[in-house]
């Protein structure tokens, strides 16, 4: 990396990339050397000039977004970081931005400390994510853990509980299902509130998020 560190920043709001433009132009350590206006833009600048941060907004409509470029760029050259800026403090978002290979998650409305604090963690080959964000990721890993050590409600469901549950997570309504199942309405709704109580879970999301991180949305049933 060179003396200073060099961005490229992503956005397809030309107010928010001239934002954080004139943000970054006031700090001694860090040059501004391009910007996009979309995801694809993005991977294809990146490539051409070898920023050392990318700062990449997650949501770019239409085409290529956030996520997607980083996966791509970090594919074609892993030596790039790139620091995801967003609107949303989601928690299925930040694992996904994390899967892509990101080396950062910062919230837009963050205070202009955080975001140059950020790029200066990120250029130097950490990982930065807001407390918030720090904060699920530790909640997540100690329940993975306590899962780990007890019995495996997975085992508990019959192999027809499963097979609601892949659906449920798949977005099919009561009535769908029962007609790929060939059972009556009745007949999800107790399946479901057998899953519910299985699992201790209350709601519905709360169905999909556990069907999520336990892989299920590959297993192909009726789909």
């Known amino acids: 990396m060179s003396e200073q560190i060099r961005v490229l920043v992503a956005d397809d709001h030309v107010i928010v990339r001239t934002g954080l433009k004139l943000l970054l132009a006031q700090q001694d350590d860090i040059v501004v050397i391009g910007e996009s206006a979309d995801g694809k833009e993005a991977v294809e600048t990146a490539l051409s000039i070898r920023p050392d941060v990318v700062i990449m907004d997650l949501s770019m409509p239409p085409g290529t977004n956030g996520i997607e470029a980083t996966t791509q760029l970090k594919r074609l050259d892993p030596a790039i970081h790139v620091l995801i800026l967003t609107m949303h403090d989601n928690e299925n978002e930040l694992f996904r931005v994390l899967q892509a290979g990101a080396s950062g998650y910062v919230l837009k409305d963050a205070i202009d400390s955080e975001l140059i604090n950020a790029v200066r963690i990120v250029a130097k080959g950490e990982v930065y994510l807001y407390p918030s964000a720090t904060k699920k990721l530790v909640e997540n890993l100690l329940q993975e853990i306590s899962n780990e050590e007890s019995p495996s409600?997975?085992?508990?469901?019959?192999?027809?509980?499963?097979?609601?549950?892949?659906?449920?997570?798949?977005?099919?309504?009561?009535?769908?299902?029962?007609?790929?199942?060939?059972?009556?309405?009745?007949?999800?709704?107790?399946?479901?509130?057998?899953?519910m109580a299985k699992l201790g879970l209350n709601k519905r999301h709360e169905l999909v998020d556990y069907a999520i991180k336990r892989g299920m949305l590959d297993l192909d049933y009726y789909t």
Request: aromatic fraction near 6%; charged fraction near 30%; proline fraction near 0%.
């Open 153 to 195: 409600t997975y085992k508990l469901l019959s192999d027809r509980e499963r097979e609601t549950l892949v659906l449920i997570a798949k977005g099919y309504g009561n009535k769908e299902i029962g007609n790929l199942l060939y059972i009556s309405v009745k007949t999800v709704e107790s399946h479901k509130s057998k899953i």
